[in-house]
Every structure is written in C-alpha cells, then in structure tokens.
Nanobody, 116 residues
Framework: VQLQESGPGLVKPSQTFSLTCTVS??????????WSWIRQPPGKGLEWMGV???????YYNPSLKSRVSISRDTSKNQFSLQLSSVIPEDTAVYSC?????????WGQGTQVTVSS
C-alpha cells in the first residue's frame, strides 16, 4: 500500500490550497479504514487535521474546522485536503495516512510554505 501527497509547495497568505493523496494497493472504500491528514510545523509536534472514513463520513480538528475540508474521489482512489484563509503558521509538512483494523500506512509528506 502506498500513499503519495501532491500539491503546491508555496502558497500566499489568505489563499486556499488543496493537497491530494493518491492511494495505491488499497481501495479508500475498504471497510473500516479511515483516511487522515496530519501536519507538522517546523519545530513542533504532529497535528491531526481531519479524517474521511471509508463510508465518506468526515471529522475535523475543532481548531481548524472552519478552514479545513476533506473530500474524496473514489474513481481515482484519492482523497484531498483543502485549507482556506492560510497564514504563515500553516507552514508545515503535510502527510496523509490510512488507519485500518490491522494496518497503518503513511505517505512521505509534502512541504507547504505559506509566504508572500
């Protein structure tokens, strides 16, 4: 199973950016798997941003709920993160992962820098 993040490396403040996680080797509709986005700002710990479950249900970190959205495209076996009204503090390595009944998979992560 492989997860690969893709998206812009540089975003300007106040803009909206999207990241896509392309999954191979496992369908994102496989029962009881949850597909999450996590980020790590420089020098800080991991922050869970939100999740989309195998059935399409979504849950978000309350601290980001007004700015974050997660969606999926089952035809492409992808799920995506959208973050709006970005600020420099949103600069981080963004990673997608899959949490299943017996397995856990991580993408390699992608750097997003918010700067004018």
């Amino acid at each position: 199973v492989q997860l690969q993040e893709s998206g812009p490396g540089l975003v300007k403040p106040s803009q909206t950016f999207s990241l896509t996680c392309t999954v191979s080797g496992l369908s994102i509709t496989t029962g009881y798997y949850a597909w999450s986005w996590i980020r790590q700002p420089p020098g800080k710990g991991l922050e869970w941003m939100g999740v989309i479950s195998y059935d399409g249900s979504t849950y978000y970190n309350p601290s980001l709920k007004s700015r974050v959205s997660i969606s999926r495209d089952t035809s492409k076996n992808q799920f995506s993160l959208q973050l709006s009204s970005v600020i420099p503090e949103d600069t981080a390595v963004y990673s997608c992962n899959a949490d299943g009944p017996f397995n856990f998979y991580w993408g390699q992560g992608t750097q997003v820098t918010v700067s004018s």
